[in-house]
Each structure stands twice: as structure tokens, then as C-alpha cells.
């Protein structure tokens, strides 16, 4: 069942990756840390063509260091494959408070950044996954609507950074003040 009108209240968790094995089974990429605390939710929702369906967690195991899931309703690897790339969320009202500590990525955008020496670096745009780690995509400068940043290309003149979302050089955040404190030089890019 579609749940579009509350997508906002949703916090992406993770990822639907590559289907496994030949019976519905599917791997999983979590954002949680530890990444198995995203089992701890039996019932999920996915983001498929553009809209949230409720799927339940049927089992769940490990494979090779990733996880792995069998939704219900999905029994073969053809319809495994179909939710290859969907975003896997859960109702906010699901997930524990979080401290300025801990804190889920979906708060962050839109939260302006600055360095340790004060100068403002931009706002957080979203988030890109390499295999080493998350970056936070960070970009400064107003623009005028319609124009290239709604197509998420940086205008001319306007820095990008990306920051490695780590305790490093994640310093502080304020969800409150919509802040986040990094330690990043603005010389670097």
C-alpha cells in the first residue's frame, strides 16, 4: 500500500542491494550504526517508482559480511530484483530520540555548515556513499530559482565540498539551530 503522505515522517535506513540467491531473498546496505540494527524493524517501507510500500521483514540473516532479507510477498529473484536501488525508510515515530550525538542524515540537509574558523561553508545537499565512507555534500551561495542548483549542478562561482560524514570531522551539530560545526578547510574543496 502507498504511503506518499507520509514520506516525510520517513528516515531513510538503507538500501535494497542486488538479489540473493534465487528465492526472493535480497542484500541489504544499512545506514545504522551497527548496520544490523536496521533488522530490528520487522516492518519497513520501500521506496518503489516514485511512491512508499509497507513490506514486512519475513527473516533475515548475513551473507559474506552483508545482510540479507526476505520481504514478504517477494519469492523470486526476478521480483528481488525489480526493488534493486530502493530506499529502505521507517516511520520517524519508530526510531529511538536521538541525542546531538546521534542523529539520522535526513536531518541534516538543508542544516547550513561551518568550519572551525568560522566561515560558512554552504548547506548540506545530501549525502553520496563511496565504499570507504559517506560524504556529506556541502554547498554555499544563493541562486535564483529555476536555475542549474534545482537540477543539483553547483552554478558558476559556487563551492562544493565534500565531507567525509565522520566523527573526525563531523564536529558538532545543532538540530536545534539547524548548524553543523566541521572541521574541513575551506581552501581544500
Known amino acids: 500500500m502507498a504511503m506518499s503522505g507520509e514520506s516525510s515522517s520517513l528516515i531513510e535506513l538503507g538500501v535494497v542491494g542486488a538479489p540473493f540467491g534465487v528465492r526472493g531473498w535480497v542484500k541489504l546496505r544499512s545506514f545504522t ?78 542544516c547550513e555548515v561551518v568550519n572551525l574558523a568560522g566561515r560558512y561553508l554552504g548547506k548540506v545537499q545530501h549525502f553520496v556513499e563511496t565504499p570507504a565512507q559517506v560524504l556529506m555534500v556541502v554547498r554555499g551561495g544563493a541562486a535564483a530559482p529555476g536555475d542549474m542548483e534545482s537540477r543539483g549542478v553547483a552554478t558558476p562561482g559556487e563551492k ?19 548548524r553543523v560545526v566541521v572541521d574541513w578547510d575551506d581552501a581544500a574543496g
Open 33 to 110: 550504526d551497527p548496520p544490523d540494527r536496521l533488522l530490528q524493524h520487522r516492518s519497513v517501507q520501500l521506496r518503489v517508482g516514485g511512491s512508499w510500500v509497507a513490506y514486512k521483514i519475513e527473516a533475515s540473516g548475513r551473507s559474506g559480511g552483508q545482510l540479507t532479507a526476505k520481504l514478504e510477498g517477494v519469492n523470486d529473484r526476478d521480483q528481488a530484483g525489480v526493488l534493486r536501488g530502493a530506499q529502505i525508510g521507517v516511520p520517524r515515530s519508530e526510531l529511538p530520540q536521538r541525542d546531538d550525538k546521534d542523529f539520522y542524515r535526513a536531518d541534516l540537509i538543508g
Open 160 to 178: 562544493e565540498y565534500w565531507v567525509p560524514a565522520v566523527p573526525l570531522h563531523l564536529r558538532r551539530v545543532d538540530l536545534t539551530a539547524r
